[in-house]
């Protein structure tokens, strides 16, 4: 059996998609304006936001669960 039964689940799964694209975008662009807000007024540096955004990454790319 097919994981979509009807034709118009199918329609609705797109929209739904469509929709959490629309609200990533607007999620994405608010977060991006907050940021250049922060170093336009000098409470965050571009350096430091660097710095904290490769540090983060480093914690979301190795193992939560370390070897021994």
């Not at 059996?1 to 694209?21: A, E, P, R």
């Not at 999620?27 to 940021?35: F, G, K, N, Q, Y």
């Not at 170093?39 to 955004?53: A, C, F, V, Y």
Request: net charge negative; proline share 3%; hydrophobic share 40%.
């Amino acid at each position: 059996m097919d994981s979509f039964s009807t034709s118009l689940d199918l329609v609705q799964f797109i929209g739904k998609l469509g929709d959490l694209k629309d609200e990533h975008y607007h999620m994405t662009l608010t977060i991006s304006a907050m940021v250049e807000l922060l170093i336009d007024k000098g409470l965050i540096s571009r350096q430091e936001l660097e710095r904290k955004t490769a540090e983060l990454d480093g914690l979301m790319t190795g193992s939560p669960y370390p070897m021994a």
